[in-house]
């Protein structure tokens, strides 16, 4: 009799168990990066925003998502220049990436015009965004790269003539080397190769 009992009970429970879906708890996700973002969801409870398991959040663009376990329940799957943080268990920020700062020491008598070169890793001075191409004086200054870069990386801008005093300065590319060319008036025209030395916090550009 005790056995049937127990039966019936666990029965009964099991009965209950099914009946009752899993309890969910709000979590908030904002963008606020300047990037669209694409997101992984894990243990959720299905929403109209949401396709299958992703959903996009445009720049400046929040949501809110049912799960049903507190884990890592977001992924950032998309490319763009944002980072994810959980700041709880109830709260996601999604902010812009901060590119990696190099001391540029350019000791070329002339200014020079960095470019991205489609490799997507420039960083405009001032607004730290993704830029085409950045300028730097001679002489010391700063510049920003979205990664750790090596010397292939620097990419210069060929410039024309660039009159200081009685010199002019030009900078080719033969190959896949920069050359620097002066010339002073009532002299021949000297042709010098321009070296890009790239370390841990540092970028040498000389001649």
């Given at each position: 009799?005790?056995?049937?009992?127990?039966?019936?009970?666990?029965?009964?429970?099991?009965?209950?168990?099914?009946?009752?879906?899993?309890?969910?708890?709000?979590?908030?996700?904002?963008?606020?990066?300047?990037?669209?973002?694409?997101?992984?969801?894990?243990?959720?409870?299905?929403?109209?925003?949401?396709?299958?398991?992703?959903?996009?959040?445009?720049?400046?663009?929040?949501?809110?998502?049912?799960?049903?376990?507190?884990?890592?329940?977001?992924?950032?799957?998309?490319?763009?220049y944002n980072v994810l943080e959980k700041v709880s268990m109830s709260?996601?920020v999604i902010t812009n990436l901060q590119p990696r700062k190099y001391n540029m020491h350019n000791?070329?008598?002339?200014?020079?015009?960095?470019?991205?070169?489609?490799?997507?890793?420039?960083?405009?001075?001032?607004?730290?965004?993704?830029?085409?191409?950045?300028?730097?004086?001679?002489?010391?200054?700063?510049?920003?790269?979205?990664?750790?870069?090596?010397?292939?990386?620097?990419?210069?801008?060929?410039?024309?003539?660039?009159?200081?005093?009685?010199?002019?300065?030009?900078?080719?590319?033969?190959?896949?080397?920069?050359?620097?060319?002066?010339?002073?008036?009532?002299?021949?025209?000297?042709?010098?190769?321009?070296?890009?030395?790239?370390?841990?916090?540092?970028?040498?550009?000389?001649?």
């Amino acid at each position: 009799m005790k056995k049937v009992f127990l039966y019936f009970a666990i029965i009964f429970l099991l009965m209950i168990c099914t009946a009752c879906p899993p309890s969910t708890f709000d979590c908030t996700i904002e963008n606020n990066s300047d990037y669209p973002a694409e997101l992984l969801l894990m243990y959720h409870k299905k929403a109209t925003n949401t396709n299958n398991d992703t959903v996009i959040l445009q720049a400046k663009e929040k949501t809110t998502i049912a799960f049903y376990y507190e884990s890592d329940n977001i992924k950032l799957i998309s490319k763009n220049y944002n980072v994810l943080e959980k700041v709880s268990m109830s709260k996601y920020v999604i902010t812009n990436l901060q590119p990696r700062k190099y001391n540029m020491h350019n000791f070329l008598p002339i200014g020079i015009t960095l470019l991205d070169n489609g490799m997507n890793i420039l960083a405009d001075n001032i607004t730290k965004k993704i830029t085409d191409k950045i300028s730097a004086p001679s002489g010391n200054s700063e510049c920003y790269f979205f990664r750790g870069i090596k010397s292939d990386d620097v990419v210069l801008q060929p410039i024309g003539e660039t009159i200081i005093g009685a010199s002019k300065y030009s900078i080719e590319k033969i190959a896949n080397f920069y050359f620097l060319q002066v010339v002073e008036i009532s002299k021949p025209a000297k042709k010098y190769k321009i070296f890009i030395d790239v370390s841990s916090d540092d970028i040498l550009i000389s001649y």
